[in-house]
């Protein structure tokens, strides 16, 4: 009988952690949200088109103009697992497609990072970040 309220107490135990692994209020260092911005910095009259999605969260397609940005708020799981993906495609000035792929968040490279705001402009030659200053800086280069 004893054996049964501790395999009962481990059960409870892990199901309450692992339940924190993907909370979605936050607590802790994980109390505020992380919010993510995509700059279409490609060039004037190219339209951005993009999808992102995580393992919990499908943001569905969406299309930027020249110099627009759109964003989202999340919070980061408790084991700092949270991770996103944005697929990128376009048609440059020479009238070809384009088609780029980008872990746009990922917890564990950017919690110290960006922390709670990262901010892309997304370019013909990469993806641009920011940390801490004003001047965006080549974080990942197209293949």
Known sequence: MASFFVNFFLVVLLTIL??????????GRHSSKT???????????????F??????????ERSLAFDTAWDWSFYVNFIDTTLYWC?????????????????IYKAKRDMKRCHNYCRYEIRSDGVYGFTGGMEPYLFHKWP
């Open 87 to 103: 697929n990128f495609w376009w048609v440059d000035n020479n009238g070809k497609s384009r088609q780029e792929g980008f872990q």
């Open 51 to 60: 999808h992102c999605k995580s393992a919990d969260d499908d943001l569905g």
């Open 18 to 27: 692992f339940g924190f692994s993907s909370l979605t209020d936050g607590f």
């Open 35 to 49: 919010d993510v911005i995509v700059v279409n910095n490609l060039s004037p009259n190219i339209m951005l088109n």
